[in-house]
């Protein structure tokens, strides 16, 4: 698994190159990769089903103990189906909606790349190996969703995604950290094999909070939903496959995964139970607003998305069988639907469901497909959609704390859900045949093909789910989302109860609210003026609220004087170190002095400088001043036994004059820039730093941890590298790199002074112009 997942990165690069070998039949080859990794999956489903988790481990670097280590159960088994057999049908989708564009290759390198992150995300057992890989679903993501990159609208929307999903991202490194340091294990294998209880442990709140932070963040739960439907701005593949198996679904899969070890209490239940109820009808009212059919199926996605996070709260071993099973019948009728939006507008011209009718007769299959799938989103038999929606309401019946409202919300929600299943099944393809952009005729196979696979896998699972293994493998993965042994059995008939009576009046209701809907959606529109202050309004105003903060402090701290600059460099210098060291090492001031007169003659000099270049209005003589400075401090250095570092000292300072001068008169005079009191800070500060580096030094002086590695240059130098000059041995043997840098940095600063040397202003007579006669001022690209 560990090879597969890789190779499809490598896959993901040479896709261009693939673009160019088979052309059109570019993504039928690249759909045999997720065809494989399904056919190697099916292949594995027998001994993870009867024997257990696999575990795959590949040494990374072994002397550090680090490992690259995949687990295979029932739960990572079943989402890795999904994302492998539903990426295929995808990429063969893509081939027949996206031929002829130009940008079909770079389409390519990111849904591979987004395949394989969301397949190793749900294979991963290590924590932070878990975590990369989410964060490159989110990086893949961003790409897909702003594919149209000349669409202000479709980059607006990538970078929403981005925002949210990585401001979560954040915080579920902090819960993974936390986690690892609660159990002191960095292996989900391990963290389950434990035998001391997380929930009792002092992290257990911060972690939780954190962890469902970034996977309510990925999986659009409220109030984070709005990002979702912004992403329909993606290419309708793209859709298709972020809200069946993929993306979306990473919260859903952490949610589930950590479940047995952190679910259960009374945080987890109230907080999941809560959100994913007010999600799921959220989702599904906000989804009669819209006529656009990608909209209505991105907020039925999020209705799905908040059913699923309810019932990991409710966390019966019902509520675990209606988890698994509504997640199944989602995917396959979710990716069916979007390829069938992808459709509609590739052949009509037009996603406005209201603008289309009578398409029955021009497009039979694509109506026969929408019909079957949207018969599973409604839950009507013999779909595997309504074994989903009648284990949903059992699980609600059953539910311990806010059984009330999780019986209402689920109710409420599965009325809309049913009207939108039918607006998506019947406005386009029954009634009055309207006039479309584009005359319509019946989608290429390479479009059907996909989609009919998906919804005849919810009638055959819902017909007979155990003679296709479907109970054996929902037992697999309900029992690792409940960390116990369960038993899934699927059927069509559980006899007459509260939830068939609640389904069967829910269709009724359903249908009802369909036949009004244009009605309904007409007074719906009242709420607008509401509805403009959600969470969506939010995340605008804290954008344009950090735009206008950088304004600010761009105008305040970034205005192009450099003065400025180095003043808030020095000050925050100043902060930081002079309150470590008055607080922490408080430095010993006792020193003896023993200068000789030579040496205070050389350091009076070098003071003098450097106030005479602080006060002069002579910019020659500030150069000078600077110049005496240097060669004062090259002379310290020679006069204590540093005839490297003063021979240094003196090449920089002479090229520093040199510099100085070439260019002193081309610089403008001098101006009246600071008024008394700003020069008086600028003062204070540069008074401030001088007591800061003496600090500094009386600190390193007064403290003593190591002994000096002095005693060592001085035995070891002639034994060990054959020198007797001890700074020559330093230079070349034991700090070789270093001085390798330094002779790099010397050999860089003499071509930066030729270049200055050999500039020559060039007239603008001399520019070269055009075939017109004009200047060739080109300007550089900016898309």
């Not at 954040?170 to 960095?186: T, V, Y």
């Not at 007409?522 to 939010?538: C, D, F, I, N, S």
């Not at 192009?560 to 902060?575: D, H, S, W």
Request: one cysteine or more; proline letters at 4%; hydrophobic letters at 55%.
């Amino acid at each position: 698994m560990q090879f597969a997942v890789l190779m499809g990165f490598v896959l993901a690069a040479l896709a261009p190159l693939m673009q160019r070998w088979f052309a059109d039949r570019t993504s039928l080859v690249l759909a045999l990769f997720p065809a494989l990794i399904a056919a190697w999956l099916f292949s594995q489903a027998p001994t993870i089903i009867n024997d257990g988790p696999l575990l795959m481990e590949w040494q990374w670097v072994p002397s550090l103990g680090i490992s690259l280590t995949f687990m295979l159960d029932g739960l990572s088994l079943l989402f890795g189906l999904l994302i492998s057999v539903i990426g295929a049908c995808v990429l063969v989708y893509a081939g027949s909606y996206l031929k002829g564009h130009p940008d079909i290759a770079r389409f390519h390198i990111a849904l591979m790349a987004f395949m394989v992150s969301m397949l190793g995300l749900v294979l991963a057992d290590g924590l932070i190996t878990l975590f990369i890989f989410w964060e490159l679903t989110s990086v893949t993501s961003y790409l897909l969703i702003g594919f149209n990159h000349t669409d202000m609208q479709a980059r607006k929307s990538a970078r929403q995604g981005l925002f949210v999903t990585f401001a979560g991202g954040l915080a579920l490194m902090a819960g993974l950290i936390l986690l690892g340091i609660a159990s002191d294990q960095w292996s989900l294998t391990d963290i389950s094999a434990m035998e001391t209880d997380l929930r009792e442990h002092a992290l257990y709140t911060p972690m939780l909070i954190c962890l469902l932070l970034g996977a309510f963040t990925k999986s659009a739960q409220f109030p984070f939903h709005f990002w979702l439907p912004n992403a329909m701005a993606a290419p309708t593949p793209v859709s298709a496959y972020l809200h069946s198996a993929t993306m979306v679904k990473a919260g859903i899969y952490l949610m589930a995964r950590l479940q047995p070890e952190l679910g259960g209490t009374a945080l987890w239940i109230s907080i999941l139970s809560v959100v994913g109820a007010i999600t799921l009808l959220l989702g599904a009212f906000l989804a009669l607003h819209h006529t656009n059919i990608k909209k209505l199926l991105a907020y039925s996605t999020i209705m799905a998305l908040g059913t699923l996070t309810m019932l990991l709260g409710i966390g019966t071993e019902y509520a675990m069988t209606a988890f698994v099973t509504f997640l199944l019948a989602h995917s396959l009728y979710k990716g069916a639907l979007f390829m069938v939006a992808g459709i509609l507008d590739h052949e009509t011209g037009t996603k406005d469901v209201t603008a289309m009718g009578g398409l029955r007769s021009l497009m039979p299959m694509t109506a026969t497909i929408a019909l079957i799938a949207a018969l599973s989103l409604a839950g009507v038999p013999p779909l595997l959609g309504f074994i989903g929606k009648e284990l949903k309401f059992e699980a609600v019946l059953g539910a311990g704390d806010f059984q009330g409202l999780l019986i209402v919300f689920a109710f409420v929600s599965a009325i809309m859900t049913i009207a939108v299943a039918a607006i998506v099944a019947l406005r386009p393809f029954y009634g009055k045949r309207h006039e479309t952009p584009k005359t319509p005729h019946e989608a290429p196979f390479g479009m059907l093909m996909g989609p009919a696979l998906l919804s005849v896998g919810s009638l055959v699972f819902g017909l007979a789910p155990a003679m296709f293994g479907v109970d054996a493998l929902l037992t697999s993965a309900a029992s690792a989302v409940a960390g116990q042994p369960s038993e899934v059995a699927l059927s069509l008939w559980y006899g007459v109860n509260a939830a068939l009576i609640m389904s069967v009046v829910s269709l009724g209701l359903g249908f009802l609210l369909f036949k009004y809907w244009d009605c309904v959606r007409g007074k719906l529109t009242l709420l607008a003026p509401v509805m403009r202050y959600g969470p969506e309004a939010g995340y605008e105003g804290l954008l344009n609220g950090l735009v206008r903060f950088a304004e600010w402090q761009t105008r305040v701290l970034q205005n192009g004087y450099m003065r400025n600059y180095i003043l808030v460099m020095l000050v925050v210098l100043i902060t930081l170190l002079g309150n470590s060291i008055l607080v922490r090492h408080s430095p010993l001031l006792a020193f003896e002095l023993d200068v000789r007169f030579h040496e205070a003659i050389v350091v009076g000099t070098m003071v003098m400088g450097a106030l005479y270049a602080t006060i002069t209005r002579s910019r020659l003589g500030a150069v000078v001043s600077v110049g005496i400075m240097g060669f004062s401090i090259a002379l310290v250095f020679i006069l204590f036994s540093a005839p490297d570092l003063g021979i240094t000292q003196l090449l920089v300072e002479t090229l520093t004059v040199i510099l100085l001068v070439l260019v002193l008169f081309r610089l403008p005079r001098f101006s009246h820039l600071s008024t008394s009191l700003e020069r008086i800070r600028d003062g204070s500060v540069a008074a401030m730093m001088g007591i800061l580096i003496f600090l500094l030094i009386m600190t390193a002086w007064s403290i003593n941890q190591f002994e000096s590695i002095s005693t060592y240059m001085v035995e070891n130098s002639a034994p060990l590298a054959f020198g007797r000059n001890i700074v020559n041995v330093i230079l070349v043997d034991y700090r070789a790199l270093d001085t390798l840098g330094e002779m790099f940095v010397l050999a860089l600063a003499a071509i930066g002074v030729i270049a200055m040397l050999k500039l020559r202003h060039e007239p603008e007579s001399a520019k070269p112009t055009n075939d017109s006669g004009n200047t060739d001022s080109r300007e550089p690209y900016d898309g």
